[in-house]
């Protein structure tokens, strides 16, 4: 049997009771922490549930998810995910070839960042497209036009846009929000977001976020902690413009 299970957005106090039953039930306990930047202990996460944890690279993940796979026909495997299990694409990946291999699964939700950053305010329904804003050295230089074109198809809707910041995990390397409104700055070729109030929530699930929310040049004048997300609004209703307003960024 495999079992997904999420670990939350912050450390390992996040993981549900469930989940830690789980993971004291099994064989073997996998942990993949490559997708986002999690504070958490591994070895407290031992501690708590009794059990021995293999720490996964991207690449152990995707060259030996048939060996996991495998493994998971004669044993009780546990793979333990930042956040949701199924938020990233990797790991629905996991349920289809289970399924195909006859391997019996079951997934054990947790805190995800699609559902937290509905702490500013806007409501969850009106986000469309999510994408990521990718560190520079990963595109040589290149300004993400992509990035740009899921912007406009969601402000022309009418939706929110969620905007992830790259990560580089074993690298120890990740996009602060400063750099990544300077790219949405240069990327701005037709002055959609000119004049347009954003928002940075950082430290999410940390039980200390941050929320902070004006145009471009304001923001670009602070700090922000990690790890942090960006959001372009969409077309506002009054109660979640009256919300986001509690958060409006004021100079020090």
């Given at each position: 049997?495999?079992?997904?299970?999420?670990?939350?957005?912050?450390?390992?106090?996040?993981?549900?009771?469930?989940?830690?039953?789980?993971?004291?039930?099994?064989?073997?306990?996998?942990?993949?922490?490559?997708?986002?930047?999690?504070?958490?202990?591994?070895?407290?996460?031992?501690?708590?549930?009794?059990k021995d944890v293999v720490i996964l690279k991207r690449?152990?993940?995707?060259?030996?998810?048939?060996?996991?796979?495998d493994e998971a026909r004669s044993k009780r495997v546990?793979?333990?995910?930042?956040?949701?299990?199924?938020?990233?694409?990797?790991?629905?990946?996991?349920?289809?070839?289970?399924?195909?291999?006859?391997?019996?699964?079951?997934?054990?939700?947790?805190?995800?960042?699609?559902?937290?950053?509905?702490?500013?305010?806007?409501?969850?329904?009106k986000f469309g497209k999510t994408v990521t804003i990718?560190?520079?050295?990963?595109?040589?230089?290149?300004?993400?036009?992509?990035?740009?074109?899921?912007?406009?198809?969601?402000?022309?809707?009418?939706?929110?846009?969620?905007?992830?910041?790259?990560?580089?995990?074993?690298?120890?390397?990740?996009?602060?929000?400063?750099?990544?409104?300077?790219?949405?700055?240069?990327?701005?070729?037709?002055?959609?977001?000119?004049?347009?109030?954003?928002?940075?929530?950082?430290?999410?699930?940390?039980?200390?976020?941050?929320?902070?929310?004006?145009?471009?040049?304001?923001?670009?004048?602070?700090?922000?902690?990690?790890?942090?997300?960006?959001?372009?609004?969409?077309?506002?209703?009054?109660?979640?413009?009256?919300?986001?307003?509690?958060?409006?960024?004021?100079?020090?």
């Amino acid at each position: 049997m495999l079992t997904l299970v999420g670990l939350g957005l912050w450390d390992e106090t996040d993981i549900s009771l469930k989940g830690i039953e789980e993971v004291k039930r099994a064989d073997v306990v996998y942990a993949e922490l490559y997708t986002g930047l999690w504070n958490g202990s591994v070895e407290r996460l031992e501690e708590l549930s009794g059990k021995d944890v293999v720490i996964l690279k991207r690449r152990d993940v995707e060259e030996r998810s048939g060996r996991i796979i495998d493994e998971a026909r004669s044993k009780r495997v546990c793979f333990l995910i930042q956040g949701d299990p199924l938020a990233a694409t990797t790991h629905p990946d996991l349920l289809t070839q289970s399924a195909k291999a006859g391997v019996e699964t079951r997934v054990i939700h947790a805190s995800s960042i699609f559902t937290a950053v509905a702490e500013c305010g806007l409501q969850i329904y009106k986000f469309g497209k999510t994408v990521t804003i990718p560190l520079p050295e990963k595109t040589g230089g290149v300004l993400p036009e992509s990035v740009y074109g899921a912007i406009k198809g969601n402000l022309s809707l009418g939706l929110h846009t969620l905007l992830l910041l790259d990560i580089d995990v074993e690298n120890n390397k990740n996009l602060l929000a400063e750099e990544a409104l300077q790219i949405l700055e240069k990327l701005d070729t037709e002055n959609l977001l000119r004049g347009r109030k954003i928002v940075v929530m950082s430290l999410l699930g940390s039980g200390k976020s941050r929320i902070v929310y004006g145009k471009i040049e304001e923001l670009l004048k602070d700090g922000y902690g990690l790890p942090a997300v960006l959001i372009i609004p969409g077309n506002l209703h009054f109660a979640e413009e009256e919300f986001l307003e509690l958060f409006k960024y004021v100079r020090a």
